[in-house]
Nanobody, 120 residues
Framework: QVQLVESGGGLVQPGGSLRLSCAAS????????MGWYRQAPGKQRELVAT???????NYADSVKGRFTISRDNARNTVYLQMDSLKPEDTAVYYC??????????????WGQGTQVTVSS
């Protein structure tokens, strides 16, 4: 079994910054990819950013140039540095990983979600 623990959400003023973390633990062979999604009230969950084991990244157009995803493979942890935050970034942010427990067996896991509120 694999567990995900998210941290780092909160309330921030427009233009401010937050850093989210998501640590995976359990019987893990490798994690690829790791990513962040978000869901605002009344909206569907959407991709924010993903990162592969090799460091290749993918961002939603709405966050390019403002958010940076990174990972620590030794700690099975993914980060999301969010700068120049806007009110429209307000949402519950979810960590998402595909974890291989063996070389051929993989499953998708979701974190519990962390609230990010951007408001003055």
């Amino acid at each position: 079994q694999v567990q995900l623990v998210e941290s780092g959400g909160g309330l921030v003023q427009p233009g401010g910054s937050l850093r989210l973390s998501c640590a995976a633990s359990g019987s893990i062979f490798i994690i690829n990819p790791m990513g962040w999604y978000r869901q605002a009230p009344g909206k569907q969950r959407e991709l924010v950013a993903t990162i592969t084991t090799g460091g290749s990244t993918n961002y939603a157009d709405s966050v390019k140039g403002r958010f940076t995803i990174s990972r620590d493979n030794a700690r099975n942890t993914v980060y999301l540095q969010m700068d120049s935050l806007k009110p429209e970034d307000t949402a519950v942010y979810y960590c998402n990983i595909r974890a291989f427990t063996t070389i051929v067996s993989a499953r998708e896991y979701w974190g519990q979600g962390t609230q990010v509120t951007v408001s003055s």
